[in-house]
Nanobody
Framework: QVQPVESGGGLVQAGGSLRLSCAAS????????MSWYCQAPGKQRELVAS???????NYADSVKGRFTISRDSAQNTVYLQMNSLKPEDTAVYYC?????????WGKGTLVTVSS
């Protein structure tokens, strides 16, 4: 059973930084895209950032210049470096892995940014 597991969430003051990690347990072959999504209370889940096998990245406009996504393909791990955090970044952050064998979601990690 493949299960991505997120870590690194927590409480931080506005302007601070956090680094999220997502490691996939189990065997996953040919991961095409690794992504981070967030879901704030009462809102829909939305894409934060994604990275392809070739290193191409995509960011939501709201995080451009503040967040950086990276991956360690050998370890099936994806990271999200979040800098200059704002209270509106408060959400549960989910890891999504899109692979030949299917799409896998983690259970999420909570990020809370205080003002």
């Amino acid at each position: 059973q493949v299960q991505p597991v997120e870590s690194g969430g927590g409480l931080v003051q506005a302007g601070g930084s956090l680094r999220l990690s997502c490691a996939a347990s189990g065997s996953i072959f040919s991961i095409y895209v690794m992504s981070w999504y967030c879901q704030a209370p009462g809102k829909q889940r939305e894409l934060v950032a994604s990275i392809t096998t070739y290193g191409s990245t995509n960011y939501a406009d709201s995080v451009k210049g503040r967040f950086t996504i990276s991956r360690d393909s050998a370890q099936n791990t994806v990271y999200l470096q979040m800098n200059s955090l704002k209270p509106e970044d408060t959400a549960v952050y989910y890891c999504k892995l899109s692979a030949r064998s299917g799409i896998y979601w983690g259970k999420g990690t909570l990020v809370t940014v205080s003002s």
